[in-house]
Nanobody
Framework: QVRLEESGGGSVPAGASLRLSCQGF????????VGWFRQSSGKEREFVAA????????HYSDSAKGRFTISRDVARDTVYLQMTSLKPADTALYYC??????????????????WGQGTQVTVSS
């Protein structure tokens, strides 16, 4: 079992950057696949990025590709989402999620067993 804690959100102008952190507390967090999702008001939760347990594989949504980078620091039990060139459309509550089973469909919300409480990102025009 693992508990996830996100941080790093905030209110920024368009074009700015933010780095979100997702720290895992519990048994062998380094062995979990981790994804970042976001949900804005009135919309469904959507996939943003994912990283394999080994860190060798990363995946991005079309909207994140080229602007966001996911990475993990095993020693700190933390997964990061570096976001650059932020747009008002990126405004959402950002969640990290962990999946103990490797190789599943990383874009599906239902695949992830553990979720954090979320961190708010607001981008003004």
């Amino acid at each position: 079992q693992v508990r996830l804690e996100e941080s790093g959100g905030g209110s920024v102008p368009a074009g700015a950057s933010l780095r979100l952190s997702c720290q895992g507390f519990g048994h062998r967090f380094s062995n979990y696949e981790v994804g970042w999702f976001r949900q804005s008001s009135g919309k469904e939760r959507e996939f943003v990025a994912a990283i394999s347990w080994s860190g060798d594989e990363t995946h991005y949504s079309d909207s994140a590709k080229g602007r966001f980078t996911i990475s993990r620091d095993v020693a700190r039990d933390t997964v990061y989402l570096q976001m650059t060139s932020l747009k008002p459309a990126d405004t959402a509550l950002y969640y990290c999620a962990a999946d103990p089973i490797h190789g599943r469909d990383y874009v599906r919300v239902a695949q992830y067993e553990y979720w954090g409480q979320g961190t708010q990102v607001t981008v003004s025009s």
